[in-house]
């Protein structure tokens, strides 16, 4: 577990219209508030400015057994176990056939990890908030970054950053920082600044979703499963929370939202009808909040840090949340991006070394994911998730990338690489098959 110390007070810069910190962190979000708490906790004094006021909504409630680890060291375990739903695994569903597959995290290869929560977002973000208050850092909420320019410096003194932002009431405030951290989200921050923001040529979706009361559960265990569905327009989630209200969305293909001719929440409903089995599910529920729609749903990043700044999370590169990834690799590059950051601060001399190896691990886990991705709707995928194998190990390596175990010691890469090399094989052996899935999908992510 983190223990958390108070940070010495930044040195002054001269300059009395700027503050002066270490560190300033633009986001309060999972990837924000872990940097803070954790760089906080090592003594950095930590400025976080986060737009809006927690607990706020965001959608994206799915945990994986990998943020588990996370949530102890940063101390916070016990928390947010009282505010989740225990999810033991997943479920992929095929309305075609009517085919179901589970998935139970116990059966990864590493046992130590047998289950996540599913979580409301503004709950779980406003513990991970309050942490890094608690660890000494400060938070400005309501607030929101205007401007950054970064001060280029002699040997001696270095650089640094100067951040402007303005209150809701119009109040504004000024930072200047020897590091600044974007941990935006989606909002991408300083990626549209730096016009290094880039559109994900092999995968393109938006969502649209709400949450529901009275949906139809699964029984025992299985009760906190996510469950995924196919449907011929993208993939639906179903994620059960503590307090009884369901999450469902669907993420689709942008010409299928570019279709839509009547208001967003009959779409949307007639989208879960298109799916019987979920649809079945939802019959008795009742749609208890305004339908939200997204899109823009996967981008990357030319760069992960540049001079005197890092990018967290979302901020970097966002990827589909078929297999809820989001929130653990946002938590991970944050404690990246700390240990990187705690070298800077402390060690000028080895902060290139500590950078790149910061980049080299924050590409990792979008990378890890997106193969799987890219494929989770085609033929041959559906085939070998609804009739898994355990030849080689496959499946418990398959499910330990489910489960988020790509960044620790778990021999799972041969088993992996197997499970690859078995789906080329069957995609060759369905020729036609594949060569249709393919102009398929190559008609389904262009840009509308």
């Known amino acids: 577990m983190m223990q958390c110390a108070a940070p010495d007070a930044a040195a002054s810069n001269g300059d009395a219209a700027l503050q002066a ?3 300033l962190v633009i986001g309060a979000g999972p990837a924000g508030s872990t940097v803070a708490a954790l760089l906080a906790g090592r003594g950095h004094h930590v400025t976080v400015i986060e737009k809006d006021h927690h607990p706020r909504f965001h959608i994206g409630e799915s945990l994986l057994p990998a943020n588990l680890p996370l949530l102890d060291q940063l101390g916070v375990a016990d928390e947010v176990r009282a505010i989740g739903m225990i999810k033991w695994g997943a479920e992929f569903i095929s309305p075609w056939d009517g085919r179901q597959q589970d998935f139970r995290f116990a059966d990864a290869w ?4 047998p289950y996540a929560y599913q979580v409301r977002r503004s709950q779980f973000d406003e513990i991970l908030c309050r942490n890094a208050v608690r660890c000494g ?4 909420e309501d607030c929101r970054v205007r401007s950054v320019e970064f001060q280029r410096g002699d040997r001696r003194s270095g650089g640094s950053v100067r951040i402007q932002a303005e209150h809701q009431d119009g109040r504004t405030l000024g930072w200047q920082a020897r590091y600044l951290v974007d941990a935006s989200g989606r909002d991408t ?3 549209n600044r730096l016009g290094a923001k880039r559109r994900n040529p092999r995968h393109n979706s938006a969502a649209i979703f709400g949450h529901y009361s009275g949906a139809e559960r699964n029984a025992g265990e299985r ?3 996510i469950s995924i569905y196919w449907f011929d327009h993208g993939w639906i989630w179903f994620i059960p929370l503590h307090d009884g209200a369901t999450s469902v969305g669907a993420v689709v293909w942008p010409y299928y939202l ?4 009547v208001p967003l929440r009959q779409f949307f409903l007639d989208t879960i009808a298109l799916c019987p089995p979920l649809a079945q599910r939802l019959a008795q529920a ?4 305004e339908v939200e729609a997204t899109g823009n749903y996967s981008y990357g990043s ?3 840090y540049g001079e005197r700044y890092l990018l967290l999370g979302d901020a970097y590169a966002f990827i589909d949340p078929v297999f809820s990834s989001g929130v653990m690799l946002a938590m991970k590059s944050a404690f990246v991006g700390a240990e990187a950051l705690d070298t800077c601060l402390k060690s000028p001399a080895r902060a290139p070394a500590a950078l790149r190896a910061f980049d080299r691990l924050v590409r990792r886990g979008p990378r890890e994911f997106s193969w799987f991705i890219y494929r989770v709707s085609t033929p041959t995928m559906r085939e070998m998730l609804l009739a898994p194998r355990n030849l080689l190990r496959m499946k418990e390596a398959l499910l330990s990338v489910l489960a988020g175990d790509i960044y620790g010691r778990t021999p799972i890469w041969s088993a992996v690489r197997a499970f690859k090399i078995t789906y080329r094989l069957f995609t060759l052996l369905h020729p036609l098959r594949s060569l249709m899935a393919a102009r398929r999908r190559s008609f389904n992510i262009r840009p509308v």
């Open 21 to 23: 910190t270490d560190v």
């Open 286 to 289: 009742t749609l208890m909040t």
């Open 223 to 225: 009760a906190g499963h």
């Open 302 to 304: 030319t760069r992960s």
């Open 137 to 140: 850092a400060h938070v400005t």
């Open 189 to 191: 921050f300083l990626l």
């Open 110 to 113: 590493d046992k130590s990890m």
């Open 258 to 261: 570019k279709s839509r001719s």
